[in-house]
C-alpha cells in the first residue's frame, strides 16, 4: 500500500492518538491548541502534496483521485481556520479543552474518510465517526448562565441525527436489496436500468436523507437553531461551515446514481430547494441572536446549494461545490467577529455588534464583507456563486424555480445587511473596546482577500471544480 494515499488521514489519526494520551494527564488548554495546531498544518501540507494522486485502498471501498483530495483540502483548510479563529476557546473550561480538540480532531478525520468512502458500509462508519464527536462536542460548552441551552442542542442534535441515520440506512439496504452490491461504481451500473422502479427511487431518497441532515435541509433542519445556539461560539464555527463541505461532495457522489429514470428524485430536490430557501430566509429575518440568525441562513444556503446538484451536471456540480466552498469562508469571516467580539465566549445579540466601527475597525469591515458576500452582493464570492448557480438552473430549463431563488436573494439582504447597519451606524456608548490579537487581524484580512479574489476571479476556482468533478463522473 503506497502509504503517502492515506496521509493527511494518518496525520490527523496521530494527532488525536496524541490529544487523547494529554487528555489522560493533566496537560492544559495550551498544549492541547497547540498540538492540535500542529498536526492541523501538517494536514494541510500533507493533502497540498497528495493532491494528485490516485489509487484505491481497503479492498476498493475507498477510492483517492484529484475529486476527493480536492475536498480533503478544503477541509483540512476549514479546520486550521476554525482553530485559528477561536484561539482563546473561551467558551470552553480549560480542564477539558484536550477532550475538545480530540474530538475536533476525530470529526475532522471522519469527514476526510467521508470523501474518499466509495462503498456504502464504509461510508455510514466514516459519517458516525464525524457525526458522534460533534454530538460530544456541542455540551462541552461552559455553563456560565445556567441555562443548559447546550444540553438541550446536544440532545435534539443527538435525536435528529440518529433519526436521519436510520432513515439512511434503511435506504441502504433497499439498493443493496435491488443490486447485490454495496459499492458505489457496481451500483451505478446496475441501478440506472431499473431506476423507474419506486423501490429504487425511495431507497436512493432514503440515502440522500443522512447527507441532507449534515447540509441542513428543509426538514432535515429542526437541529440547527438549538444547535447553534447551545454550543460554544468556537464549536458553532465549525459545524457551521466544514461539515457542509463534506455534505455537499456526498450529495454530488449519490446523485450521480440518478438515471434519466429518476425524476421523482429530481422533484423532490427542487421541492426541497425552495423549502429550504423559503424557511430558512423568512425565520431569519426575526432572530435576535446572531447565532440563531446565521443558522436560519445556512439552511437558506443549503436550498441554494441544491440548485446545482439538482441539474445532475458537470457545471451544476462544479459550480455548487464553488458555492459551498466560498460560504465556508463567508461563514468563518462572521465567526471570526462573534468569536473576537465575545467577551467570555457568551452568545452575541445583534445589538451587541452597535458601534463596532469604532470599538473595531477591522472586525467591523471583517463583518460587512461577509455578510455582504453571504447576501450575494457584488464583487463578492457569494454574488458570483449564486448568480452562476442561477444562470446553470436557467439553461436547465428551472425558470419557475430561479425566479424563487432570486426573490429569497432579496429577502436575505434585509437581515444580512440589518446586521452591518447596527456596527456602522450605532453608537457604541455602553459597549466596551474590542481588542484584537495579531493572529484574528491577519486571519480576518486573508478571509476578506479570499471572498474578494473569489468573487473577482472565480474562473481558477471553477477550473479546478470542474476537473474535479470531471474525474467523478
Known amino acids: 500500500m503506497n502509504i503517502m494515499l492515506f496521509a493527511p488521514e494518518l496525520f490527523l489519526l496521530t494527532g488525536a492518538l496524541v490529544l487523547f494520551l494529554l487528555s489522560l494527564?493533566?496537560?492544559?488548554?495550551?498544549?492541547?491548541?497547540?498540538?492540535?495546531?500542529?498536526?492541523?498544518?501538517?494536514?494541510?501540507?500533507?493533502?497540498?502534496?497528495?493532491?494528485?494522486?490516485?489509487?484505491?485502498?481497503?479492498y476498493n471501498a475507498y477510492r483517492i483521485d484529484f475529486f476527493s483530495q480536492f475536498i480533503k483540502l478544503i477541509i483540512a483548510v476549514g479546520f486550521l481556520v476554525v482553530l485559528l479563529v477561536g484561539r482563546q476557546l473561551k467558551g470552553v473550561a480549560d480542564d477539558v479543552r484536550a477532550e475538545y480538540y480530540l474530538f475536533l480532531t476525530m470529526s475532522t478525520l471522519g469527514l476526510m474518510m467521508l470523501v474518499s468512502s466509495v462503498e456504502l458500509l464504509t461510508l455510514f462508519i466514516a459519517l458516525e465517526l464525524s457525526s458522534y464527536s460533534l454530538y460530544l462536542l456541542v455540551p462541552m460548552r461552559d455553563d456560565r448562565a445556567?441555562?443548559?441551552?447546550?444540553?438541550?442542542?446536544?440532545?435534539?442534535?443527538?435525536?435528529?441525527?440518529?433519526?436521519?441515520?436510520?432513515?439512511?440506512?434503511?435506504?441502504?439496504?433497499?439498493l443493496y436489496?435491488?443490486?447485490?452490491?454495496?459499492?458505489?461504481?457496481?451500483?451505478?451500473?446496475?441501478?440506472?436500468?431499473?431506476?423507474?422502479?419506486?423501490?429504487?427511487?425511495?431507497g436512493l431518497a432514503m440515502v440522500l436523507c443522512g447527507f441532507f441532515f449534515k447540509l441542513a435541509v428543509f426538514p432535515f433542519h429542526f437541529w440547527v437553531p438549538d444547535v447553534y445556539q447551545g454550543a460554544s461560539n468556537e464549536t458553532t464555527a465549525f459545524i457551521a461551515s466544514v461539515p457542509k463541505i463534506a455534505a455537499v461532495a456526498l450529495l454530488i457522489r449519490?446523485?450521480?446514481?440518478?438515471?434519466?429514470g429518476g425524476w421523482p428524485v429530481v422533484n423532490l430536490l427542487v421541492v426541497l430547494a425552495v423549502a429550504s430557501m423559503f424557511y430558512g430566509n423568512?425565520?431569519?429575518?426575526?432572530?435576535?441572536?446572531?447565532?440563531?440568525?446565521?443558522?436560519?441562513?445556512?439552511?437558506?444556503?443549503?436550498?441554494?446549494?441544491?440548485?446545482?446538484?439538482?441539474?445532475?451536471?458537470?457545471?451544476?456540480?462544479?459550480?455548487?461545490?464553488?458555492?459551498?466552498?466560498?460560504?465556508?469562508?463567508?461563514?468563518?469571516?462572521?465567526?471570526?467577529?462573534?468569536?473576537?467580539?465575545?467577551?467570555?465566549?457568551?452568545?452575541?445579540?445583534i445589538d451587541d455588534l452597535s458601534g463596532l466601527h469604532q470599538r473595531s475597525p477591522l472586525l467591523a469591515l471583517t463583518l460587512a464583507?461577509?455578510?455582504?458576500?453571504?447576501?450575494?452582493?457584488?464583487?463578492?464570492?457569494?454574488?458570483?456563486?449564486?448568480?452562476?448557480?442561477?444562470?446553470?438552473?436557467?439553461?436547465?430549463?428551472?425558470?419557475?424555480?430561479?425566479?424563487?431563488?432570486?426573490?429569497?436573494?432579496?429577502?436575505?439582504?434585509?437581515?444580512?445587511?440589518?446586521?452591518?447597519?447596527?456596527?456602522?451606524?450605532?453608537?457604541?456608548?455602553?459597549?466596551?473596546?474590542?481588542?484584537?490579537?495579531?493572529?484574528?487581524?491577519?486571519?480576518?484580512?486573508?478571509?476578506?482577500?479570499?471572498?474578494?479574489?473569489m468573487g473577482v476571479l472565480p474562473t481558477a476556482m471553477m477550473n479546478i471544480a470542474t476537473s474535479a468533478v470531471r474525474v467523478l463522473l
Open 25 to 58: 494527564g493533566s496537560a492544559g488548554g495550551g498544549k492541547a491548541r497547540g498540538t492540535t495546531l500542529l498536526f492541523a498544518i501538517v494536514t494541510v501540507a500533507s493533502a497540498l502534496v497528495c493532491l494528485h494522486l490516485e489509487g484505491s485502498l481497503f
Open 146 to 174: 445556567g441555562s443548559r441551552m447546550q444540553m438541550e442542542g446536544a440532545i435534539k442534535y443527538i435525536l435528529f441525527g440518529v433519526v436521519a441515520t436510520g432513515i439512511m440506512l434503511f435506504g441502504m439496504s433497499y
Open 177 to 202: 436489496g435491488l443490486t447485490g452490491t454495496t459499492y458505489l461504481g457496481e451500483l451505478v451500473t446496475r441501478l440506472h436500468p431499473i431506476m423507474a422502479q419506486p423501490a429504487a427511487i425511495v
Open 254 to 260: 449519490m446523485t450521480t446514481l440518478i438515471a434519466p
Open 282 to 349: 423568512l425565520v431569519a429575518l426575526v432572530q435576535k441572536d446572531i447565532k440563531r440568525m446565521l443558522g436560519f441562513s445556512g439552511i437558506a444556503h443549503a436550498g441554494y446549494v441544491l440548485l446545482g446538484i439538482l441539474t445532475l451536471g458537470q457545471n451544476g456540480y462544479a459550480t455548487a461545490m464553488y458555492y459551498i466552498t466560498g460560504y465556508l469562508v463567508m461563514n468563518l469571516a462572521c465567526f471570526l467577529v462573534i468569536c473576537a467580539v465575545s467577551p467570555k465566549g457568551e452568545n452575541l445579540q
Open 369 to 453: 464583507v461577509g455578510m455582504f458576500a453571504l447576501a450575494g452582493i457584488p464583487p463578492f464570492v457569494g454574488f458570483m456563486g449564486k448568480f452562476m448557480l442561477l444562470a446553470n438552473a436557467l439553461n436547465e430549463g428551472y425558470l419557475a424555480l430561479v425566479i424563487l431563488a432570486a426573490i429569497n436573494t432579496a429577502i436575505s439582504i434585509f437581515y444580512y445587511l440589518s446586521v452591518v447597519r447596527v456596527a456602522y451606524t450605532t453608537s457604541p456608548e455602553g459597549y466596551p473596546a474590542v481588542q484584537v490579537a495579531g493572529t484574528t487581524k491577519l486571519v480576518g484580512v486573508l478571509l476578506m482577500l479570499v471572498i474578494i479574489a
